[in-house]
Antibody
Framework: EVQLVESGGGLIQPGGSLRLSCAGS????????MQWVRQVTGKGLQWVAT???????YYPDSVRGRFTISRENSQNALYLQMTSLRVGDTAVYYC?????????????WGQGTPVTVSS | QSVLTQPPSVSAAPGQRVAISCSGN????????VSWYQQLPGTAPQLLIY???ERPSGIPDRFSGSKSGTSATLGITGLQTGDEADYYC???????????FGGGTKLTVL
C-alpha cells in the first residue's frame, strides 16, 4: 500500500525557517517525481515545488529562492526547506506522488502537515 | 485568482447529475491532460480523474471527465450525500512552467 506521511509542521515566526519531511512507503520512491502542494484554510490548492527523479527542481515564483525541495532516495524521504517565511505561507502542506501515463497527475497524497507563520 | 476557472459552487438533489467546468487557455488545458481531485471535508485531496477521462481503480463510474479545447468538465451522476466535497481540476501550464490548480468547486447535495 502506498503511503506518504508528512511531518515537521508547526508554529514559526515571520522570517524564520522550517523543514518539512515526507516519508514514502509501499512503492519505489526513487522512480517517481514528487511534489509539495499547500492549502490555506478554506482556500484552494497551490503547487509549491516539484523534484524529478534526477533531482531537477521546479518552483512557482511565490516561493522560488525561499523554498528548497530535496529528496533522499536511500531513506525514501522528501523534504521542503522553507526560509524567510511569511504570514502568507501559513497553510497545510501536502506531499504528493506524481504518476505519468498519457499526462501527469498526483496519484497519492499525504495527510498534510500544518504550518503557521505568526508572531 | 486561479488561471483555471471553476464555478465556486454547484448544488443538486440526490440522484441528480451535475457538471463542474474548468476553463483555461492554450498554455494549460489546451496543451496538456487534465486531472481532477476530490477533497472531502477535513481530508487530503484524492485523485478522481486523470488523462482527461480515466478513472483510477476504486472510483465509481458515476464520475466522468471530458475535455474540449481549453476547457474540461467533471460529471457526477446519481448524486449521493457522500459526494459533498470540494473538487479541483489541475494541469501543467507552459507559460508558468509549473502546475496549476483550479480555484475549486464546492458541491452541495441538497
Amino acid at each position: 500500500e502506498v503511503q506518504l506521511v508528512e511531518s515537521g509542521g508547526g508554529l514559526i515566526q515571520p522570517g524564520g525557517s522550517l523543514r518539512l519531511s515526507c516519508a514514502g512507503s509501499g512503492f519505489t520512491f526513487r522512480s517517481h517525481d514528487m511534489q509539495w502542494v499547500r492549502q490555506v484554510t478554506g482556500k484552494g490548492l497551490q503547487w509549491v515545488a516539484t523534484i524529478g527523479t534526477a533531482g531537477d527542481t521546479y518552483y512557482p515564483d511565490s516561493v522560488r529562492g525561499r523554498f528548497t525541495i530535496s529528496r533522499e532516495n536511500s531513506q525514501n524521504a522528501l523534504y521542503l526547506q522553507m526560509t524567510s517565511l511569511r504570514v502568507g505561507d501559513t497553510a497545510v502542506y501536502y506531499c504528493a506522488r506524481t504518476k505519468y501515463t498519457l499526462g501527469a497527475y498526483y496519484d497519492y497524497w499525504g495527510q498534510g502537515t500544518p504550518v503557521t507563520v505568526s508572531s | 485568482q486561479s488561471v483555471l476557472t471553476q464555478p465556486p459552487s454547484v448544488s443538486a438533489a440526490p440522484g441528480q447529475r451535475v457538471a463542474i467546468s474548468c476553463s483555461g487557455n492554450s498554455s494549460n488545458i489546451g496543451a496538456h491532460y487534465v486531472s481532477w481531485y476530490q477533497q472531502l471535508p477535513g481530508t487530503a485531496p484524492q485523485l478522481l480523474i486523470y488523462d482527461n477521462t480515466e478513472r483510477p481503480s476504486g472510483i465509481p463510474d458515476r464520475f466522468s471527465g471530458s475535455k474540449s479545447g481549453t476547457s474540461a468538465t467533471l460529471g457526477i451522476t446519481g448524486l449521493q450525500t457522500g459526494d459533498e466535497a470540494d473538487y479541483y481540476c489541475a494541469t501543467w501550464d507552459n507559460s508558468l512552467d509549473g502546475w496549476l490548480f483550479g480555484g475549486g468547486t464546492k458541491l452541495t447535495v441538497l
